[in-house]
């Protein structure tokens, strides 16, 4: 396994992460796994040995300055040039109309999914510099595109997600690429937990529930969590070379008003 190149990407716990994290291995990337969740332990361990390749994992509370300080100390500890920076981790909230939102909920959720992200990306802009070509990846969503009602904190912060990139772009091109993957509905535990209680709500059965939602989807299925996951790798690849401050919308081919 080469070692010439690492990608550090956060959320690795996740299953999105997880799935991230398995292609770049797949791809002869070495890996610095950064997430809350102790699995990310299991998840590095997992990896390095199924690929044989250099796979660190570092539990860290990404909202916390110094702690992703830490986390990219420990990349750079490695000693393997950081070629790659994914920054997948992320969180939801819980449905609240504006007049009734809780700030610390709007402030928890900016704190990890906008907030960390402009951490990493100042603390870790000078490691990429010395990397082998290298490139970013933001994670933002289909509802970063358009609002929905009672998701203000989450759609908002990934709304913010898709005009750092393109900031972030500007700033840092040519040396470094910085792009986006805006995701749709995704196969995941999470997803199949709101569409329960999106069915209880109704009043329906939790199969009308999938066919309604997945309904509005081109695709008529969710995405699988290694689409998404290429879709990240992809931008971290040659043939990407020319996408600066895009945003990828990974979402089954649904449009917006």
Known sequence: ???????????????????????????????????????????????????????????????????????????????????????????????????????????????????????????????????????????????????HPYFSAYCASKAALISLTQSAAAELAPDIRVNCVAPGNIDTAMHYAALAVEAKTRGISESAMREIEWSKIPMRRPAQTAEIAAAIHFLSTPDAGYFVGATLDANGGCRFT
């Open 1 to 147: 396994m080469d070692d010439a190149k690492l990608a550090l990407i956060t959320g690795a716990a996740g299953e999105v992460g997880r799935a991230t994290a398995r292609r770049f291995a797949q791809g002869g990337w070495s890996l610095a796994l950064c997430d809350r969740d102790a699995a990310v332990e299991r998840v590095a361990a997992e990896l390095g040995r199924e690929f044989e390749c250099t796979a660190i994992a570092i539990e860290a509370d990404i909202t916390d300055d110094r702690e992703v300080e830490r986390v990219v100390a420990a990349a750079a500890e490695t000693g393997i040039p950081l070629g790659f920076l994914g920054l997948v981790a992320a969180i939801n909230q819980s449905a609240a109309s504006i007049e009734n939102l809780d700030m610390a909920v709007w402030d928890r959720v900016h704190s990890v999914n906008l907030r960390a992200n402009v951490k990493f990306l100042s603390v870790a802009v000078p490691h990429l510099r010395r990397g082998p070509d290298p490139s970013v990846v933001l994670v933002a969503s289909f509802w970063g595109r358009e609002g």
